[in-house]
C-alpha cells in the first residue's frame, strides 16, 4: 500500500483520534506502514494510528524539526506535557505552524464557532503556539473539561497530525 492510500484510511476513520489513546486504532495499517523506508513519515503514521510505543521509538532517532515536532505530539499524546513542551521547545518554529493555526481558525470559524475564548486565544498570536495546544489537551483530560473543547481538539488535532504526514511525503 503506498502512502498516499494510508493517509487516506487514516483520514476516513468515523472518530478522530483520540488525545489520549489506549490502542492502535488499525494493525493492518501498522504492518502497511512498517514497509515504508522513510522514518519521518512512519513515525508520522505510527503517530496518526496511536501506536505510541513506535512512533517514539522512530521520533527518537530523526534529529530533525520535524523528528523534534513528532516526539512533541507523541509525548502530549502519553500523556507526559512537560516532556512535550521540551520537544515542541526543540523545534522552534515549524514550517506545519502556520497551517496548523489556519486549521484551528478554520475550525473556529465554522463548527466551533461557540469557543470564543479560544478563538481568542489563537488570535492573539500570528504564530501557532504548539505550547499552548498542549495547554489545552492537559486541560481536556481535566474531568470538568467542556466536551465541545474537547472535540474541537480532537478535530484539531486529526489536521495536524494530517498536515504533518502530508508535508513528510
Same mark, same amino acid.
Given at each position: 500500500m503506498n502512502p498516499k492510500d494510508l493517509i487516506a484510511r487514516l483520514k476516513a476513520r468515523k472518530e478522530?483520534?483520540?488525545?489520549? #489513546?489506549?490502542?492502535?486504532?488499525? @494493525?493492518?495499517?501498522? +504492518?502497511?506502514?512498517?514497509?515504508?523506508?522513510?522514518?519521518?513519515?512512519?513515525?508520522? !503514521?505510527?503517530? $496518526?494510528?496511536?501506536?505510541? @510505543?513506535? @512512533?517514539?521509538?522512530?521520533a527518537q532517532e530523526i534529529k530533525t524539526q520535524t523528528g523534534s515536532y513528532l516526539h512533541g505530539v507523541m509525548?502530549?499524546?502519553?500523556?507526559?506535557? /512537560?516532556n512535550s513542551k521540551y520537544w515542541f521547545e526543540r523545534v522552534g518554529r515549524h514550517p506545519a505552524f502556520p497551517d496548523?493555526?489556519?486549521?484551528?481558525?478554520?475550525?473556529? =470559524? /465554522?463548527?466551533? +464557532?461557540? !469557543?470564543?475564548?479560544?478563538?481568542? /486565544?489563537? &488570535?492573539? +498570536?500570528?504564530? $501557532?503556539?504548539?505550547?499552548?495546544?498542549?495547554? $489545552?489537551?492537559e486541560?481536556? =483530560? /481535566?474531568? &470538568?473539561?467542556? #466536551?465541545r473543547f474537547v472535540s474541537f481538539l480532537h478535530a484539531l488535532q486529526a489536521r495536524e497530525l494530517e498536515i504533518l504526514t502530508k508535508q513528510t511525503v
Open positions: 478522530p483520534a483520540p488525545l489520549v #489513546p489506549k490502542k492502535v486504532w488499525d @494493525a493492518e495499517l501498522d +504492518q502497511e506502514t512498517e514497509k515504508l523506508p522513510d522514518s519521518e513519515l512512519k513515525s508520522a !503514521l505510527f503517530l $496518526w494510528n496511536d501506536n505510541l @510505543a513506535r @512512533a517514539h521509538e522512530i509525548h502530549r499524546r502519553e500523556p507526559d506535557y /512537560g496548523v493555526r489556519a486549521a484551528a481558525l478554520d475550525l473556529l =470559524a /465554522g463548527p466551533f +464557532q461557540d !469557543l470564543k475564548h479560544v478563538r481568542a /486565544g489563537v &488570535d492573539r +498570536q500570528a504564530e $501557532w503556539d504548539a505550547f499552548r495546544m498542549v495547554d $489545552w489537551c486541560e481536556a =483530560a /481535566g474531568k &470538568d473539561a467542556d #466536551p
